[in-house]
């Protein structure tokens, strides 16, 4: 059985970088699957944030585009997102999902999600 | 980017009823060359991350009890709950996967 984990700071200052990692076990990250990240905010809903796939493509909401990176690490099994420049505005759940065998947007697994305040 | 507006906000059931949820497009998630619609429907629970119910507007998830019904093309589509049951108190979101950036409606609360 497939399952992911979120992992990292759940606090970060004004103006620093969120980091958090996405541990994936149960399978190889590298499948066929693209490995995604999205949030969810009482103002702003769910918003995708971006995707990968194992070669390391990615795809990101441009509206975050400037201070969003994805990155994945094989060796390990796990993706990573950094977001730079943060304010209030991105404090969230931040959850990892998988995209699914028939289209990578489509998210049929899901992590439990991470908690991230931004405050000083 | 397309944008993805849910009707009702919220919505009041009761147990055994039927329960019938809106989700409006933009434009147009039906691709024409496999006459797919992109939509998907997902569910969450108070706690807990959302839960992937259908995919290709009718399609369920695996698992999915078949209670759980969607319909709909291009713009206009349904996510249905025939007779809905405690467990089905939740948030309701529809989401495109048409184009990039995926996008997600505001949710549907389903309350008994």
């Known amino acids: 059985q497939v399952h992911l984990q979120e992992s990292g700071p759940g606090l970060v200052k004004p103006s620093g970088t969120l980091s958090l990692t996405c541990a994936v076990s149960g399978d190889s990250i590298s499948t066929s699957n693209w490995w995604n990240w999205v949030r969810q905010s009482p103002g702003k809903g769910l918003e995708w944030i971006g995707g990968i796939f194992h070669t390391g493509n990615t795809d990101y909401n441009r509206s975050l585009k400037s201070r969003v990176t994805i990155s994945v690490d094989k060796s390990k099994n796990q993706f990573s997102l950094n977001l730079t420049s943060v304010t209030a505005a991105d404090t969230a759940v931040y959850y990892c999902a998988r995209g699914a065998s028939y289209h990578h947007y489509c998210l049929d697994l899901w992590g439990q999600g991470a908690l991230v305040t931004v405050s000083s | 980017d397309i944008v993805m507006t849910q009707s009702p906000d919220s919505l009041t059931v009761s147990l055994g009823e039927r329960a019938t949820i809106s989700c409006k497009s933009s434009q147009s998630v039906l691709y024409s060359s496999n006459n797919k619609n992109y939509l998907a429907w997902y569910q969450q629970k108070p706690g807990q991350p959302p839960k992937l119910l259908m995919y290709?507007?009718?399609t369920r998830e695996s698992g999915v009890p078949d209670r759980f019904s969607g319909s709909g093309s291009e713009t206009d589509f349904t996510l249905t709950i025939s007779s809905l049951q405690a467990e089905d108190v939740a948030v309701y979101y529809c989401q495109q996967y048409y184009t990039t950036p995926p996008t997600f409606g505001q949710g549907t609360k389903v309350e008994v």
């Open positions: 290709w507007a009718s």
